[in-house]
T-cell receptor
Framework: TQLLEQSPQFLSIQEGENLTVYCNSS?????LQWYRQEPGEGPVLLVT?????EVKKLKRLTFQFGDARKDSSLHITAAQPGDTGLYLC?????????????FGKGTKLSVKP | NAGVTQTPKFRILKIGQSMTLQCAQD?????MYWYRQDPGMGLKLIYY???????DKGEVPNGYNVSRSTTEDFPLRLELAAPSQTSVYFC???????????????FGPGTRLTVT
């Protein structure tokens, strides 16, 4: 069974601080997706990383896929209150996955002004 | 495009009642999914469909049924509701491979269901 472990589970920081969220597995994934979910809404895709070692930037958010394609990280620089939400990582298996993603349990981020 | 729509937004059921959660998408996506999200537990796949007329079980299918008669619609049926089915239900859709060569999913706003 493929599992994705996210850490930390909760994170409360002040505006302007930096933070990193981790997503780890013992399984290899063909791609890793990051979603953000705000209260009362569905998850929204932020980024997909496909190549081992790949780094993608989305404004103040930096996403990295591990070289072995088993882990990923999300780094936020100078966090803002608007970054508050639940961050979910999701992995796609190889061959025949038919789009079935394995989701981590999420990291709940609170950024205080 | 409205994207993925879900109805109702909220529902309270008594134990043993049944209901259908509606999901529709207007993006012509061939893949559709139903998830449930419990506090602190992430998203768990209930059922999925790779196209009209084709459905398959996910990780937690017991107590649920689905059908996919059209590309647009993917209703989820709960028979004999139980308190363990209290959860937030999300429908999602995807096209086979997006620009990132991956199944990027688009989610609806969710249905919050309470069974008492």
């Amino acid at each position: 069974t493929q599992l994705l472990e996210q850490s930390p589970q909760f994170l409360s920081i002040q505006e302007g601080e930096n933070l990193t969220v981790y997503c780890n597995s013992s399984s290899v994934f063909s791609s890793l997706q990051w979603y953000r979910q705000e209260p009362g809404e569905g998850p929204v895709l932020l980024v997909t990383v496909v190549t081992g070692g790949e780094v993608k930037k989305l404004k103040r958010l930096t996403f990295q896929f591990g070289d072995a394609r088993k882990d990923s990280s999300l780094h936020i620089t100078a966090a803002q209150p608007g970054d508050t939400g639940l961050y979910l990582c999701a992995g796609e298996g190889y061959g025949g996955s038919q789009g079935n993603l394995i989701f981590g349990k999420g990291t709940k981020l609170s950024v205080k002004p | 495009n409205a994207g993925v729509t879900q109805t109702p937004k909220f529902r309270i059921l008594k134990i043993g009642q049944s209901m259908t959660l509606q999901c529709a998408q207007d993006m012509n996506h061939n893949y559709m999914y139903w998830y449930r999200q419990d506090p602190g537990m992430g998203l768990k796949l209930i059922y999925y469909s790779v196209g009209a007329g084709i459905t398959d079980k996910g990780e937690v299918p017991n107590g649920y049924n689905v059908s996919r008669s059209t590309t647009e619609d993917f209703p989820l049926r709960l028979e004999l509701a139980a308190p363990s089915q209290t959860s937030v239900y999300f429908c999602a859709s995807s096209y086979s491979k997006g620009t990132s060569n991956s199944y990027e999913q688009y989610f609806g706003p969710g249905t919050r269901l309470t069974v008492t």
